[in-house]
DNA sequence: ACCTATACCACACATTTGTGTGGTTGTCAA
DNA sequence: TTGACAACCACACAAATGTGTGGTATAGGT
């Protein structure tokens, strides 16, 4: 079923895909035409059926801008298992998954927020300062969760845990202490996500 | 500049939006009046306008499914700078800015990839086993960042350090040596970014 | 009573856009 | 040499689509 892809070809499916990216919209054949200098809409056509026929498109006829792109057929992050030399080869086995950045925020109906990390409370937990952390709100969690909570009016994030009795916000960073839970504290969410940018 | 919407305004808007992001496409306007029984594409146009008079889209003259969300608008991940108290109220100051995870791999040109990170060798840097990282694809590096290495055929991540004539991949562990750089040396990219999910 | 805004309708029109027909050129394998 | 396929072009046509003009009805404010 799946068929091989010539390099114009592959960069007609990929100058779509960057179309529906960037624009939020596929482009018309006119606007694919145009990018790469076809003075025929045809010859535009006859790349699209083809690209559906390979599997890697859907059409819909006599509607506008009507690409519907396959997307397990599409460019992706690919998470790789290994490394092979010189320039990084896409080979089969290599590919473990693919990084799929909407599920990271999971449902669009939970209400997601990020924070940006302030201070090194848990740096031993791999949570470094500005990095930016995902909360999914929730007003209980487990033994062991990081979470976002407000203590005496302030933000903090740290783990929660639950001793007999006892609960506590531990630092994961061992130039702070544990921080007994009592008053003037509550849950906002949990940390279900660490995302880092360099530069 | 910012002007409320009615009850109407918000669902032909919140209609709009769930097409672009259920068929990456936003609808035409015959497609919007059949949705909401109207019998005149005039109608739909009123309506556009005003919600382009208002500041929550952008259209394009004479272009077929031309509406373009203006997405600070939009639900999305908004980047907290404060939490209060309770349910974490959206209030306008406490937004600092949205995430956008699309911009977390750049340029889609850019043959970016992940890697499952193995070991603990960079978990000062704040990498930890079985975090991801984003890897863009170069051959050469600067100073300080932190790259993907392949020596003598195995892939391993570390800070790039040169002194003087000499260069070294360093870990972010002190139970771990600096690795001086000689042969069966070759970069595969630039950690970019980091990222990690919890449960 | 008058003005403004929302919320529609009917219909014509022009442009955009997809589609069909019929080509050309070159390559590669049978 | 024939056939298949990729990679194009020119041009006409019809359908999809946005736009303009000119309406009606209702509600609220002044």
């Known amino acids: 079923m799946k068929k091989e892809l010539t390099e114009k070809q592959r960069k007609v499916l990929q100058f779509i895909a960057q179309r529906v990216s960037r624009e939020n919209r596929p482009p018309t054949i006119r606007e694919i035409a145009q990018n790469f200098k076809f003075s025929s809409t045809g010859t535009v056509r006859d790349y699209l059926r083809l690209l559906q026929a390979k599997g890697y498109l859907k059409l819909q006829a006599k509607k506008a801008r009507a690409i519907e792109l396959i997307s397990e057929k599409l460019p992706r992050i690919p ?6 030399a010189g320039s990084p080869v896409l080979s089969y086995e290599a590919i473990e998954d693919y990084l799929d950045l909407k599920q990271l925020a999971c449902r669009e109906d939970e209400q997601i927020f990020a924070l940006r990390v302030k201070g090194d409370s ?4 791999g949570i470094m300062p500005e990095d930016l952390v995902l909360i999914r709100p929730q007003l209980i969690c487990e033994n062991g969760d990081i979470i976002v909570a407000l203590i005496d009016g302030e933000t903090t994030i740290k783990y929660f845990r639950r001793q ?3 609960a506590y916000l531990q630092p994961a960073n061992n130039k702070y202490a544990p921080i007994l839970i009592k008053d003037n504290f509550s849950i906002i969410g949990k940390v279900i996500s660490v995302i880092r940018k360099y530069v």
């Open 122 to 125: 848990m740096i031993e937990a």
């Open 164 to 166: 007999q009795r006892k």
């Open 79 to 84: 998470i790789l298992a290994q490394v092979q």
